[in-house]
C-alpha cells in the first residue's frame, strides 16, 4: 500500500484515484472545484479544497509524506508546472504529471517532473498499433523497442506445443500466459499445448513480434 497525492480531478484524475481505490492504495484528493472534490470523496482516503499552486497550501498537505505526487491537471498547463515545480522544491520523493503535448512533456521533465503521461499520445499509439491487424488484443509498450503484445493464436500454431514453436529461440520472443475464456495462466511449460481459440501474451522487440506474427 502507498500513500498518493492526487491533484486534479477532472475525468482522467477521477479514474486514477479510483483505480487506485480498487488497489488498496491511501489516497489524498486535491482541485480547486468543490464539485470534482466531492465526487472523488468516495475513492479518497482524505481530500481538500485548494489551489496546488499555493505553496503554503501544498506546503500543509506534508508532502514529504507522499510515497508519489501525481499531477493530473488538464485543462490549465501553467498550474501545473508550477504545481510539479513547487511539489520537487517541498521535498516530493516522486513527482508524476500529465502531458498534452510534447512541449508540455519536455517542459515537466525540466520542472520538477520525474516521470510524464501522455494520455493522448499513448492512447494514439495503442489506436494505431491495435488496428494493424486483427489478432492484436492488446499492446503495451515497454519502452522504445520492446512490447508486450495480446495474439489470438495463429491457426497455424494451433494443436503444436510451446516447445515446438520455439518462438524464443526463432524470433527471440518470450511467451508470457495464455489466456483461456478471459482467465490468464502463466504458468507455461514447453509442453503446453496452444489452442486457436485462445489469446497468448508475448513480450519481445516490436520488429520481431511484427515479423513472428506477420503484422
Given at each position: 500500500?502507498?500513500?498518493?497525492?492526487?491533484?486534479?480531478?477532472?475525468?482522467?484524475?477521477?479514474?486514477?484515484?479510483m483505480?487506485?481505490?480498487?488497489?488498496?492504495?491511501?489516497?489524498?484528493?486535491?482541485?480547486?472545484?468543490?464539485?470534482?472534490?466531492?465526487?472523488?470523496?468516495?475513492?479518497?482516503?482524505?481530500?481538500?479544497?485548494?489551489?496546488?499552486?499555493?505553496?503554503?497550501?501544498?506546503?500543509?498537505?506534508?508532502?514529504?509524506?507522499?510515497?508519489?505526487?501525481?499531477?493530473?491537471?488538464g485543462?490549465?498547463?501553467?498550474?501545473?508546472?508550477?504545481?510539479?515545480?513547487?511539489?520537487?522544491e517541498?521535498?516530493?520523493?516522486?513527482?508524476i504529471?500529465?502531458?498534452?503535448?510534447?512541449?508540455?512533456?519536455?517542459?515537466?521533465?525540466?520542472?520538477?517532473?520525474?516521470?510524464?503521461?501522455?494520455?493522448?499520445?499513448?492512447?494514439?499509439?495503442?489506436?494505431?498499433?491495435?488496428?494493424?491487424?486483427?489478432?492484436?488484443?492488446?499492446?503495451?509498450?515497454?519502452?522504445?523497442?520492446?512490447?508486450?503484445?495480446?495474439?489470438?493464436?495463429?491457426?497455424?500454431?494451433?494443436?503444436?506445443?510451446?516447445?515446438?514453436?520455439?518462438?524464443?529461440?526463432?524470433?527471440?520472443?518470450?511467451?508470457?500466459?495464455?489466456?483461456?475464456?478471459?482467465?490468464?495462466?502463466?504458468?507455461?511449460?514447453?509442453?503446453?499445448?496452444?489452442?486457436?481459440?485462445?489469446?497468448?501474451?508475448?513480450?519481445?522487440?516490436?520488429?520481431?513480434?511484427?515479423?513472428?506474427?506477420?503484422?
Open positions: 500500500m502507498k500513500t498518493i497525492l492526487l491533484i486534479g480531478l477532472g475525468r482522467f484524475g477521477r479514474h486514477i484515484a483505480k487506485l481505490y480498487d488497489l488498496n492504495h491511501q489516497i489524498m484528493a486535491v482541485d480547486t472545484n468543490e464539485e470534482r472534490v466531492h465526487a472523488v470523496l468516495p475513492y479518497a482516503t482524505n481530500a481538500q479544497i485548494g489551489d496546488s499552486t499555493n505553496e503554503e497550501f501544498l506546503s500543509s498537505l506534508g508532502i514529504k509524506n507522499f510515497d508519489v505526487c501525481i499531477v493530473a491537471i485543462d490549465d498547463f501553467q498550474s501545473s508546472l508550477e504545481t510539479a515545480s513547487l511539489l520537487k517541498l521535498g516530493a520523493t516522486k513527482v504529471a500529465r502531458a498534452a503535448t510534447g512541449v508540455q512533456e519536455k517542459f515537466l521533465l525540466r520542472n520538477g517532473a520525474d516521470e510524464v503521461v501522455y494520455p493522448e499520445k499513448q492512447l494514439a499509439n495503442w489506436t494505431a498499433i491495435r488496428c494493424t491487424s486483427d489478432h492484436i488484443l492488446d499492446y503495451v509498450e515497454i519502452d522504445g523497442d520492446y512490447s508486450i503484445f495480446e495474439l489470438t493464436v495463429p491457426s497455424e500454431w494451433d494443436g503444436k506445443t510451446v516447445c515446438q514453436i520455439d518462438i524464443r529461440k526463432k524470433f527471440g520472443i518470450n511467451l508470457l500466459g495464455i489466456r483461456d475464456n478471459g482467465k490468464l495462466n502463466m504458468l507455461i511449460t514447453p509442453d503446453t499445448v496452444l489452442e486457436k481459440n485462445k489469446s497468448i501474451l508475448v513480450l519481445g522487440e516490436h520488429k520481431s513480434i511484427q515479423k513472428c506474427f506477420h503484422i
